[in-house]
């Protein structure tokens, strides 16, 4: 009943200030960061004793208050509140780095390994051939030559493979699960995360000889990738370097400190052209482990920080998606997602027995890695770059997958987790704190 | 063969143009932020502690040399993107001016000194205020009716004074036992004062001159602008009570507290009213609404210092001087009549009101420094684009730049006199209590020995050899 009278109040309050405000008044930023912070937090709230994640929660507040529902936060807005996505984005990447720890590593290392390549070779080649099969019912693909057909269908696949951390973060954090499933399934979404950069650049440079794109524009330099991934590892320990320092001899302020250096960390990464994800991760790994035991208190004055941002950064992902769009396109979707579930669920299965791994885990950790955001819908975007007119098409298919499973994503792992007895009372009482994120290396 | 020397300035021109190419604004909003941060936990309390200055002014002409008048650095364009963080920023010092005004202590307090601070506040808004109107009227040779909104804000800018001074000079409240002396209380209800005084007659100022048509309904009067203003602090606090519930956690409270104020400044600033004012409003309803204020307290505190060096930096990257003769008069005018206003003003008024026994008639010395609050309002109103803006900035500027450094040595100096016939009568009791004591000891053995509940209270590292047990126990 609270969180109603809240939303209302706030309904209120931005209707008031909109109709108080001059025709002259510009985009209030301000006001729509913090009106989101509110009202998302207060929605995810309110799913939550539907059993439903909060984050699911901050996505149905985005779809609601963004441009699809009541349009409190416009397009325009949504491109102002950008480097609020990029901060969480960091702060994801950093807080999941400094999730791992290097007895984990060893421990647990080849098994993660084994997963994530069985799982990814099985989905990519499903969701390929899945798209070839389907082509007749895409007008891009109806009636294309067979390279074109199978261009396109890799480079769908290559997108649609990629996992969450930011969800997988999330909900970690707020559910406070840490067992094997929890652990198993944010190592094998990190991994991952890695793997797909590579794997995205290799399906771009062999989609491009096989549909070569309008403009002619240039193609994959083997040089920028490899900058590309090793200049993130090298920026990002440097980085992690300069704060375990800070960590051993200051050690002071860490709830300002951590947000500087996620900013600092993304904002460098985007200067030097290296991945942002890969840097941050880096550099949370180096400062957990070289930080001389204050990593913990980094990490958690860290998610203190990161609660409002993370509330944000979902909601503006929730005022992207346009149900509008997806419904159409539900026919196509729908076999894609469930191919992609199947996809996991055999490769995770594979990849567990191979690695030896015990029923639990297997049947259970492939639920954690349906989620997709922002990591795909930035792949989306870059194949809607290369390829201007044709693309265009294949990136509204790849937001209307990546709406579905980002929605029920959330839901599927939180079920995992509950299936696993990972979700206990205790943690599920303990609340929406994100201080208690799980700790590394307790198994 | 003959070398020729490179000019520095090409040296310097080219290290610039090459640093504006590196410098994006992102990066520059986080270099802004750990100039602050390193400056709050390192410079300051070293300074603050080794030589009594308040430091913070600096950054003002360090945001001067880094802005567009000196290496440009940081363009008018950058400035434009840290709007948010401007006024997120203007808005904190609001709620930070309301957190000591929780009533249950303020009624412990006696009348006197608020009567004293109040009508000083008054004195010094009317006649700023006056002359001010006077000095821009003649210096840009236009009627005073169309210069007195800006020489209201320069009154309401005129009455704020730094509480950093004290703070570094005696200790924080509740810190520092000399801290209840009369004269240090009088010093505190004035700075109170002052700046509630300040926010509230900037806030009314502005509500004065706001012009914006709304879409859908008439146009609204002075007074219903000044009530939307404080709503927006009500409606700002209520919302943070509702969302916080009966947990306590501390990241509920930093997501209720940060979401409340963020859109409260927000919505103030999207209608052009002041987010100090609207802010201060909810400054109030949360520190007397609130069992414990504390926490809240300690996590404004935390930002408030980090925000106001991040505002002096942007503040003194937008700052554009005139090169007419007239502004400086403006600016000497208001340094030397503020400063006069409050050293006199002060004086008169305690004299009125008789409490020159005990907080003498020099303590108006104490509230000369300005502060975070005074470049809080001077910036709101020139990234406005109202009159006068840039001379009205440029008056609060220089008065900070000359006074915040020596905030601490003013405050000293007005309470020192003062004090020092205290610290003779608590030395000389000291003496007097030890020379009892002893002499009750050697008459009476055993007559002051603890008694068994204060040995058991004894802290654990005073050894017991010191409280020797009477023989009779032994």
Redesign the interface.
């Known amino acids: 009943m609270?969180r109603l009278?809240?939303l209302l109040?706030?309904f209120a309050?931005m209707r008031g200030?909109?109709?108080?405000?001059?025709?002259?008044?510009?985009i209030?930023?301000?006001?729509?960061?913090?009106?989101l912070?509110?009202a998302a937090?207060?929605v995810g709230e309110l799913v939550k004793p539907f059993g439903i994640p909060k984050i699911v929660g901050y996505l149905i507040a985005g779809i609601l208050f963004g441009p699809p529902g009541l349009a409190y936060v416009s397009k325009p807005a949504l491109t102002e509140l950008t480097?609020v996505s990029n901060l969480a984005i960091a702060l994801i990447a950093f807080l999941a780095g400094a999730e791992l720890q290097l007895s984990e590593i060893r421990e647990r290392g080849a098994a993660i390994l084994k997963m994530v390549s069985s799982e990814l070779v099985l989905t990519f080649v499903a969701i390929a051939g899945t798209m070839v099969l389907l082509r007749s019912q895409l007008p891009i693909l109806a009636n294309a030559p067979a390279a074109e057909v199978v261009a396109f269908s890799l480079l769908f696949a290559s997108v649609a493979v990629v996992h969450s951390p930011a969800v997988t973060m999330a909900l970690l954090t707020e559910t406070r699960a840490n067992g094997p499933v929890a652990r198993y399934t944010l190592g094998v979404v990190l991994v991952m995360d890695v793997a797909v950069v590579l794997l995205f650049s290799l399906v771009l440079a062999v989609a491009r000889s096989l549909a070569p794109p309008a403009g002619g524009a240039e193609g994959v330099q083997a040089g920028a990738v490899l900058w590309e991934i090793g200049g993130s590892v090298l920026v990002g320990a440097v980085l992690g370097a300069c704060i375990a320092l800070y960590l051993r001899f200051i050690s002071?302020?860490l709830?300002?400190?951590g947000l500087?250096m996620a900013?600092?960390g993304s904002?460098?990464a985007?200067?030097l052209h290296v991945e942002t994800l890969l840097t941050l991760l880096v550099a949370g790994f180096v400062a957990e482990n070289g930080g001389g035991g204050r990593g913990e208190d980094l990490r958690h004055a860290m998610?203190?920080?990161a609660?409002?941002v993370f509330?944000v950064f979902f909601a503006l992902a929730g005022a992207k998606i346009d149900p509008k769009a997806v419904v159409p396109l539900l026919p196509i979707v729908v076999p894609v997602v469930l191919v992609r579930m199947a996809g996991i669920w055999g490769g995770m299965q594979l990849g567990g027995k191979w690695a030896g791994l015990p029923t639990n885990v297997t049947g259970n950790a492939w639920m954690g890695l349906v989620s997709q955001a922002g990591v795909a819908i930035g792949l989306a975007t870059v194949v809607a770059d290369v390829y201007p007119s044709r693309g265009a098409p294949l990136r509204a298919l790849l937001m209307a997958t990546i709406a579905v499973n980002e929605t029920i994503g959330p839901i599927l792992f939180r079920l995992g987790l509950k299936r696993a007895g990972e979700l206990t009372p205790a943690n599920v009482d303990a609340?929406?704190?994100?201080?208690a994120a799980p700790t590394a290396g307790a198994h | 063969m003959p070398v020729t020397p490179v000019p520095l300035s090409f040296i310097v021109d080219s290290l610039c143009e090459r640093l504006r190419t590196?410098m994006?604004t992102?990066?520059l909003?986080?270099l802004v932020?750990?100039v602050a941060?390193l400056a709050?936990?390192v410079v300051y309390e070293w300074l603050a502690k080794r030589l009594l200055i308040v430091s913070g002014a600096e950054y003002l002409v360090l945001g001067v040399l880094l802005g567009p008048q000196v290496t440009g650095l940081f363009t008018p364009a950058a400035i434009e993107a840290f709007?948010?963080i401007i006024?997120?920023g203007i808005g904190w010092m609001g709620v930070a001016v309301a957190m000591p005004l929780r009533l249950q202590r303020l009624v412990r307090i006696p009348a006197v000194p608020y009567r004293t601070a109040l009508v000083e506040s008054l004195l010094t808004f009317g006649v700023v205020t006056a002359g001010a109107t006077s000095a821009i009227a003649y210096a840009y040779q236009v009627p005073w009716r169309e210069v007195l909104a800006a020489g209201g804000i320069l009154g309401a800018i005129a009455v704020a004074s730094t509480p950093a001074g004290l703070d570094v000079a005696f200790g924080e409240r509740g810190k520092d036992s000399a801290r209840g002396a009369p004269v240090l209380l009088q010093i505190e209800v004035a700075n109170h004062l002052n700046a509630v005084v300040s926010v509230v007659a900037f806030g009314i100022i502005l509500a004065v001159m706001h012009d914006?048509?709304?879409?859908?309904?008439r146009s609204?009067t002075t007074t219903e602008w000044v009530v939307?203003t404080l709503g927006?602090g009500v409606?700002g606090g209520?919302?943070f009570h509702?969302?916080l519930?009966g947990?306590q956690?501390?990241?509920?409270l930093?997501?209720?507290l940060?979401?409340?104020?963020?859109?409260?400044?927000?919505?103030a600033?999207?209608?052009?009213l002041s987010p100090t004012l609207a802010l201060f409003a909810m400054g109030v309803v949360l520190v007397n609404s609130l069992r414990h204020p504390g926490a809240v307290q300690e996590v404004l505190r935390?930002?408030e210092r980090?925000l106001y060096y991040a505002l002096l930096l942007l503040a003194g990257a937008s700052w554009r001087p005139d090169a007419n003769i007239a502004w400086w008069l403006v600016i000497m005018h208001y340094v030397v009549l503020r400063t006069l206003t409050k050293l006199w003003g002060t004086g008169i008024v305690t004299w009125v009101n008789g409490a020159q026994r005990a907080v003498g008639l020099d303590w108006g010395r104490a509230l000369i420094g300005q502060g975070r609050l005074t470049i809080a309002l001077a910036f709101d109103y020139s990234r406005r684009g109202l009159p006068y803006g840039d001379v009205i900035f440029t008056c609060a500027a220089v008065s900070v730049l000359f006074t915040e450094f020596f905030a601490a040595r003013f405050v000293r100096a007005a309470a020192a006199p003062l004090l020092a016939p205290l610290e003779q009568i608590s030395a000389t009791t000291g003496a007097v209590l030890d020379t009892v004591t002893e002499t009750m000891t050697h008459a009476l053995p055993g007559f002051l020995q603890p008694t068994d509940s204060e040995s058991q209270e004894r802290p654990a590292d005073v050894p017991p050899e010191t409280n020797p047990a009477p023989p009779g126990d032994r």
């Open positions: 609270r009278v809240i109040i706030l309050v200030v909109f109709v108080l405000g001059g025709p002259t008044s510009g209030p930023t301000l006001m729509l960061f913090g009106f912070i509110l937090y207060s480097p002071r302020e709830f300002i400190f500087l900013l600092l904002e460098v985007r200067i998610e203190r920080a609660a409002p509330v609340g929406p704190s994100v201080a | 590196l994006t992102p990066l909003l986080i932020a750990a941060f709050t936990h709007q948010p006024i997120l914006t048509v709304p879409l859908m309904v609204l939307v927006i409606v209520t919302v509702l969302f519930g947990e956690s501390a990241d509920r930093v997501i209720s940060g979401g409340a104020i963020i859109l409260a400044s927000g919505a600033a999207y209608l052009e935390s930002g980090p």
